[in-house]
């Protein structure tokens, strides 16, 4: 596909490990198209390839095949939930038990004359015009509110009720939540289109570590203090006020999360 940019683009950009033993988050940077890509690692939690996790190879896998920026990204989505399916038949992976499929979150962009996006999962696409306002371009309810819910009652207690409750949620993949994993299923819980970008300073894609914690989980999050965060301080001001937060909450008593800090994958492309 023909590069043509009208637009002079300048990023920034973050990859970071958590509090994990490895970065399952990958990005994405190209002349026209950016993405970040949020791996989850199956529940046997087996490692693959040199020690690397399902997650981590899912959202590679996923990545290297948007890098190719040579199809509409619905399109390039198909052929990266299908190379993640079949890395999984390479390994021999036993895909009738749908706890062993490797997955990841997406969110990908194309700049040309407009704006073409896509997402999936909890991975974030947000647009900031010139008059300080933003929008959220895929509209969708967090898949683990319940689980947050229930680890706050339970005094950020992982145990078995909790543990249950994740592995519930891991089975809803493309179920209630989408993600890909290589089902046909993810195809149908994707999102994307074309957006003007008249009026548009930035455009700002994040994986979830990239999120300000909060002590009550939300069905549907509010991005109003990330946003003015994000206008004020930057895309590194935000991260290292997210880091702060959760470092002086180590042991996860305060914001319910799952590990004290999460991956970050984040680009802020500024025209």
């Known amino acids: 596909m023909g590069i043509k940019i009208k637009y002079k683009i300048k990023t920034e950009h973050i990859l970071e490990k958590g509090s994990g033993r490895l970065n399952e988050d990958s ?18 939690t087996h490692a693959f390839e040199g020690g690397q996790t399902g997650g981590m ?55 040309e004359e407009e704006l073409e996006w896509f997402q999936t999962g909890d991975a974030q696409i947000i647009l900031f015009y010139d008059d300080g306002s933003f929008r959220v371009l895929a509209d969708r309810k967090d898949h683990d509110y319940e689980t947050l819910t229930m ?44 957006e003007s970008l008249e009026d548009v300073t930035s455009i700002l894609l994040f994986t979830d570590g990239l999120q300000l914690p909060s002590t009550t989980p939300a069905q549907k999050k509010s991005f109003d203090l990330f946003a003015q965060k994000f206008q004020e301080e930057g895309l590194t001001g935000v991260k290292e006020s997210i880091r702060k937060i959760e470092s002086q909450d180590p042991d996860i008593r305060r914001y319910p999360r799952f590990k004290c800090h999460d991956d970050i994958a984040a680009i802020a492309v500024h025209l």
């Open 27 to 44: 990005l994405v940077i190209g002349d026209n198209l950016f993405g970040v890509f949020d791996g989850a690692t199956s529940l046997d």
């Open 151 to 194: 680890l706050k009652a339970e005094k950020f207690k992982f145990n078995a009720a909790i543990k249950d409750q994740i592995k519930k949620v891991r089975f809803q993949m493309n179920r209630s939540y989408g993600v890909l994993n290589g089902e046909p299923e993810a195809l149908n819980f994707t999102q994307s289109g074309f």
């Open 57 to 111: 190879i899912a959202a590679q896998t996923a990545s290297h095949e948007f890098s190719k920026n040579h199809f509409p990204l619905d399109q390039l989505g198909i052929r990266a939930n299908q190379a993640i399916r079949t890395k999984m038949i390479d390994q021999n992976l036993d895909m009738e038990h749908r706890q062993n499929l490797w997955s990841t979150s997406a969110a990908v962009i194309r700049i």
